[in-house]
C-alpha cells in the first residue's frame, strides 16, 4: 500500500517505544509490515537519493512526538517513551496527529517557535540597539491555500527550527573546551578575523579572569572582541550578575567589545543592563546561536537543494 503520512505513523511510532525500540531504524522495519508497504515502496527515495520516504516520515513522527514531550532522547539516537507517552497510550486514542499534539504545551510552543527565526545579521553589529532577538512571522503550517512557494518557505521554517534543537543538544553534550572553539569557528565564518581562524584563541581553561576567548574584528586586527561562551541548560537564564562580571572582566582586559553567548537565554534584567553600559557587548541566545550556525555552514551540511525555475523572457524575446 502507499507509504501512510507522518502524522498516521505518531500513534504506531509512539507504541514501538512503548514496546522498546530504541531509534526509528528499529521502527521501520516494523512499519513497513505493519502497514503492508512492498519492497519497492520502502526503497523510495526522497529527492535528495539519501533517505526514503518512509524513514523520513517515521523520524518526522518520531520528531513531533518528542517536540510535545512523549518521547525524550537523553543521548544521540536514543529514545525512550516518557510518563506523558504512557498516559497518552494508557488512554487509547485512534490516532495521534498534530491537531491532538496541540493539547500539549510544549509542542504549541515549539510550533510557535518553528513558524519564526531568530534574526542573524551577517556582521552581528555590537550595538546597544540590537540585542534584542527579532522573528519574522511566517505562514503557521502547509494547510491549503498556499501557493508552492509559501508551503516550500514555511516547510523550510520548519525544518530548521528541528535543526536548530538538534544542534543545541548536540552542543550541550560537548567538552566546554570544544565549545568555545565552535564559538570562534562561527565568528571566524561570519568574517571575524578576517576569516582566518589564526586570528582567533582560546584563554587558558583556568584563570581566564571571565574571557573564554579572543578573535579580531578584522583581519588587521585593529580591534579584538571578547567572548564568554556557556553551556547552560536551556531553562536557565544568563542573569544581570553574569553579565555584570563579564563587564567586569573586560574592564581589566581594557577591552570595549565583547559577545556572550549562551545555549540557553537572557533575562530582561540583563538584556537591559547591557543596553546602559559603555562596553559594546552583543547577546547571542541559544535559538540565535544555532541559527547563525546554520546560516554560516558551521556544524551542518546541505542534506538536498531544490532549484525553482521560472521562464527566461529574454531568451523568447523576439530579436
Not at 96 to 118: H, K, Q, V, Y
Not at 162 to 186: G, K, N, V
Request: net charge negative; aromatic share 8%; hydrophobic share 40%.
Amino acid at each position: 500500500m502507499p507509504i501512510p503520512d507522518y502524522e498516521t505513523f505518531m500513534l504506531p511510532v509512539l507504541k514501538l517505544f512503548a514496546a522498546g525500540a530504541k531509534n526509528v531504524a528499529e521502527c521501520v522495519p516494523r512499519l513497513k509490515e505493519e502497514y503492508d508497504i512492498s519492497d519497492d515502496e520502502a526503497a523510495e527515495l526522497l529527492p535528495s537519493g539519501r533517505v526514503t520516504v518512509l524513514q523520513s516520515r517515521a523520524h518526522w513522527a518520531r520528531t513531533y512526538l518528542s517536540k510535545a514531550g512523549l518521547l525524550e532522547s537523553p543521548k544521540r539516537n536514543l529514545h525512550v517513551i516518557t510518563d506523558k507517552g504512557r498516559e497518552v497510550l494508557a488512554s487509547n486514542p485512534d490516532r495521534i496527529d498534530n491537531a491532538f499534539l496541540d493539547s500539549f504545551e510544549g509542542f504549541r510552543e515549539w510550533r510557535t517557535r518553528a513558524t519564526s527565526e531568530p534574526s542573524a545579521s551577517p556582521e552581528l553589529p555590537l550595538d546597544h540597539s540590537k540585542t534584542h532577538q527579532i522573528t519574522s512571522p511566517i505562514p503557521r503550517s502547509l494547510e491549503a491555500g498556499l501557493t508552492p512557494e509559501d508551503a516550500m518557505a514555511a516547510a523550510h521554517k520548519v525544518m530548521n527550527a528541528a535543526l536548530r534543537d538538534d544542534l543545541l543538544a548536540l552542543m550541550q553534550s560537548m567538552d566546554p573546551i570544544r565549545f568555545e572553539r565552535l564559538i570562534l569557528d562561527l565568528l571566524a565564518a561570519m568574517g571575524y578575523g578576517g576569516g582566518d581562524l589564526g586570528n582567533g584563541r582560546l584563554t587558558r581553561a583556568t584563570g581566564d579572569g571571565g574571557i573564554d576567548g579572543v578573535i579580531d574584528e578584522d583581519a588587521l586586527g585593529l580591534d579584538a572582541v571578547y567572548i564568554q561562551a556557556k553551556r547552560y541548560e536551556q531553562s536557565y537564564k544568563v542573569g544581570r550578575p553574569d553579565l555584570q562580571r563579564f563587564v567586569g572582566s573586560l574592564t581589566g582586559e581594557g577591552a570595549t567589545k565583547g559577545v556572550f553567548v549562551t545555549t540557553s537565554d537572557f533575562s530582561r534584567d540583563a538584556v537591559l543592563y547591557v543596553e546602559k553600559v559603555q562596553h559594546r557587548i552583543r547577546l547571542i541566545n541559544g535559538q540565535q546561536l544555532a541559527g547563525l550556525m546554520i546560516q554560516y555552514g558551521v556544524g551542518v551540511r546541505a542534506r538536498s537543494t531544490y532549484t525553482i525555475n521560472s521562464v527566461d523572457e529574454d531568451y523568447f524575446a523576439e530579436g
